[in-house]
C-alpha cells in the first residue's frame, strides 16, 4: 500500500504542513449520489435486522443460533472489504461494484425463501459480501474521477458518510415499520429494489477507473497475492468468530489460529512482490496506521454504548422494546446533525479539529454514563444522555474516512478503506468483550457506570493522541483562507 504524495486526487499543494487546495471543483453530486445508492445497504441492512430478531425467532421456533444472523453478516462483511477493494483496482471498481449488487439479491432472495435457519444464516453471510464492496469501491471510484478531472473528493466522502448516517438511522424505524406491517421477510426484500436503483444508477455516470491493472489472468492471480488473501482471511475469521462466542461460551482454541494465520500474514506480505497489503508501508504510512488504531478504539467506545445503553434500559428500568428504541432516538437524529456539521468542521477548520471534537463528545458522554445516577434519573436526562453520544460516531466517522483518502493513493484506497471497515467490525465485537467484563449479562448501574469510565479512559487517550499526531494534514476550505494562515 503505497503512501499518498498530497497532490492529485485533491488538488492539493503543501504550505506550511498545511494542504491548500487548488482544485477545479468538487466531484459532482450526480457522481457521489449514484455511488451512494449501493453503499446505503451495509448500514440500512445491519440496523433493521435488530428489530427483527425477535419476530425470527418466532417465526423458527427458537432463541437459539438467531444472534448468528447479525454474526454472520459481520463476519464475511469484516473479512471481504480489503478484498472488494483490492479486486477493484484490479478488475475495475464498478463491476466489483455491481458484483456486490447481484450478491445482495441473491442473498435477499435466498433468506425470503430460507426453509431454516441454518440457510437464513447462509443467507445474511451472502449478503455480508455483497453489501462488503460497495464503500471501497465507491471511494476508489470516487478518487479516480477526481483524479481525472482535477476535482476535490472530500465532499463526495461527506455525501457518502451522510447518506450512510442518515439511513442507520432511519433504519430501525423503517424495519420495525416493516415487519410489524409484512412480516420479516420485508426485511430482505426492500434490498432487491434498492440494488436494482443503484445499478441503475452506478451505471449511467461517469465512473470508470483510471487503468486496468490486469492485464491477463495470469497477471492478475499474480497480483492477487492469493497465499497473502488466504491468511489474512483465516487470522479475521478466526478473531471475529472468537469475539462473538465470547457472548455465550468462548472458543479459546481459536486463539492460537488467530495469533499463528497473523505471524505467516505478516511474514508472506513482507516477502510477496505483489502484496495483498503492505505491510512495510503499512508500518511507514504512519497516518494510515494511525487512523485504523484510532478507529478500532473509537468503534470499540461508540458501540460499548450502542450494546450497552439499550440492554440496561430494558434490564434495569424495565423499558419495552418499543420504549427503548424512542429513548434511543435522539442517538440518530443527532448522528445525521453532526455529520453535516463536520462537514462545515472539515472544509474550514481541517481533519485535526474535527477529530478533537468528536473525541471530546465521545469523552462527555463517556462521563454522563459513569456518573449519572440513570436508575432514578428523569427520562429528559436519559435523552440528553443518549443525544450527546450521538455526536462522535458522526465525526469521528467523517474524519477518521478522510484521513484514509487523504493518506492514500487512487490504487490503494478502495484496499484500505476495506481494512477501515474490518477494524470498524473488529471494534464492534470487541465492545461485546468489553461490556462481558464490565457489566456482565445483565448490565445494571454499577455495569453501566463501570462502561462509562472505560470510554472515559480510552477517550483520553484518543484525545491525547490526535491533538499530538504529527500525521494528520490539517485539510482547510480554500486557498484563501491558507493565505491568511
Not at 22 to 43: D, E, F, M, W, Y
Not at 365 to 387: D, H, M, N, R, Y
Request: charged share 10%; proline share 4%; net charge positive.
Amino acid at each position: 500500500m503505497r503512501h499518498r504524495n498530497l497532490g492529485v486526487a485533491d488538488a492539493l499543494v503543501t504550505r506550511n504542513d498545511t494542504p491548500v487546495s487548488v482544485s477545479q471543483g468538487n466531484v459532482p453530486l450526480r457522481i457521489s449520489g449514484a455511488l451512494a445508492t449501493g453503499v446505503v445497504l451495509q448500514p440500512l441492512n445491519s440496523s433493521m435486522i435488530a428489530v427483527g430478531l425477535v419476530s425470527l425467532a418466532a417465526a423458527f421456533g427458537s432463541d437459539v443460533g438467531i444472534s448468528w444472523i447479525i454474526s454472520a453478516m459481520y463476519v464475511t462483511t469484516a473479512v471481504t472489504a480489503p478484498m472488494a477493494g483490492r479486486l477493484g483496482t484490479l478488475l475495475g471498481a464498478r463491476p466489483v461494484y455491481l458484483s456486490g449488487l447481484l450478491l445482495v439479491i441473491a442473498g435477499s432472495i435466498v433468506g425470503m425463501f430460507a426453509p431454516s435457519l441454518t440457510w437464513l444464516i447462509v443467507a445474511y453471510a451472502i449478503l455480508g459480501a455483497g453489501i462488503s464492496a460497495h464503500l471501497p469501491t465507491a471511494m476508489t471510484m470516487v478518487r479516480s474521477f477526481a483524479e481525472r478531472n482535477r476535482r476535490d473528493s472530500r465532499t463526495a466522502l461527506t455525501v457518502l458518510v451522510l447518506c450512510g448516517q442518515t439511513t442507520a438511522a432511519m433504519g430501525p424505524t423503517l424495519g420495525g415499520l416493516l415487519v410489524g406491517a409484512f412480516g420479516w421477510q420485508t426485511l430482505l426484500w426492500v434490498n432487491i429494489p434498492v440494488a436494482l436503483l443503484s445499478a441503475v444508477a452506478v451505471m449511467t455516470v461517469d465512473t470508470k477507473p483510471v487503468e486496468n491493472v490486469a492485464k491477463s489472468a495470469r497477471e492478475m492471480l499474480r497480483v492477487l497475492d492469493l497465499s497473502g488473501v488466504g491468511l489474512f482471511l483465516v487470522a479475521v475469521t478466526a478473531l471475529m468468530l472468537l469475539l462473538v462466542s465470547i457472548r455465550s461460551t468462548p472458543l479459546w482454541w481459536l486463539l492460537p489460529i488467530v495469533l499463528a494465520a497473523s505471524v505467516l500474514f505478516v511474514l508472506r506480505e513482507r516477502s510477496a512482490e505483489e502484496p495483498f497489503i503492505d505491510v512495510r508501508e503499512l508500518a511507514r504510512n504512519r497516518a494510515l496506521s494511525w487512523t485504523l488504531g484510532r478507529t478500532l478504539l473509537t468503534q470499540t467506545c461508540i458501540y460499548c454504548f450502542f450494546f450497552g445503553i439499550p440492554q440496561w434500559l430494558q434490564y434495569s428500568r424495565g423499558m419495552t422494546p418499543i420504549e427503548t428504541g424512542l429513548t434511543m432516538l435522539p442517538v440518530a437524529g443527532v448522528a445525521v446533525m453532526s455529520t453535516m456539521i463536520g462537514s462545515f468542521t472539515l472544509r474550514r477548520f481541517g481533519v485535526r479539529a474535527t477529530l478533537v471534537a468528536g473525541t471530546l463528545a465521545l469523552l462527555a458522554g463517556g462521563v454522563l454514563i459513569a456518573v449519572v445516577e440513570k436508575s432514578t434519573a428523569p427520562i429528559v436526562v436519559l435523552l440528553v444522555v443518549s443525544a450527546v453520544l450521538g455526536i462522535p460516531n458522526g465525526l469521528n466517522n467523517l474524519g477518521n474516512q478522510s484521513l484514509v483518502n487523504a493518506s492514500t493513493t487512487v490504487e490503494d484506497v478502495g484496499t484500505a478503506i476495506g481494512m477501515y471497515r474490518t477494524v470498524q467490525f473488529i471494534g464492534t465485537n470487541l465492545a461485546v468483550v468489553v461490556l462481558q467484563i464490565a457489566a456482565g449479562q445483565e448490565i445494571d448501574d454499577d455495569g453501566l457506570h463501570n462502561t462509562g469510565w472505560f470510554i472515559t479512559g480510552v477517550s483520553v487517550v484518543l484525545l491525547v493522541g490526535v491533538v499530538a499526531s504529527r500525521h494528520m494534514p490539517q485539510a482547510v476550505a480554500t486557498a484563501r483562507q491558507a493565505a491568511i494562515d
